[in-house]
């Protein structure tokens, strides 16, 4: 089982920033993608950034040059980097972790979700 603790979010005004962290515990053999993802109300979730063990990243259009995307693979931790924020990025802010197992001799990934944190940015 793994686990995955959000931390950093809260209330900003428009072009202010904030720091998403997300440390990840538990037994696993190894974490692969890392990244977050946003829910706000009446809409559904959607991408906001992933990284790859290897550090590959990948951003929603939406944030592109003003999030960044990183990861600490000696801590388990990622970080979401967030500058010049706007109203609509309002949301419930949710870790993602893709983690790779053994079952015997069988390689198995397995998708968590950390329980989310919310960022509201007031015009």
């Known amino acids: 089982q793994v686990q995955l603790v959000e931390s950093g979010g809260g209330l900003v005004q428009a072009g202010g920033s904030l720091r998403l962290s997300c440390a990840a515990s538990?037994?696993?053999?190894?974490?692969?993608?890392m990244g977050w993802y946003r829910q706000a109300p009446g809409k559904q979730r959607e991408l906001v950034a992933t990284i790859t063990s290897g550090g590959n990243t990948n951003y929603a259009n939406s944030v592109k040059g003003r999030f960044t995307i990183s990861r600490d693979n000696a801590k388990n931790t990622a970080y979401l980097q967030m500058n010049s924020l706007k109203p609509e990025d309002t949301a419930v802010y949710y870790c993602?972790?893709?983690?790779?197992?053994?079952?015997?001799?069988?390689?198995?990934?397995?998708?968590?979700w950390g329980q989310g944190t919310q960022v509201t940015v007031s015009s």
């Open positions: 993602y972790a893709r983690v790779g197992g053994y079952s015997g001799s069988l390689y198995h990934e397995y998708d968590y």
């Open positions: 538990g037994s696993f053999f190894s974490i692969n993608t």
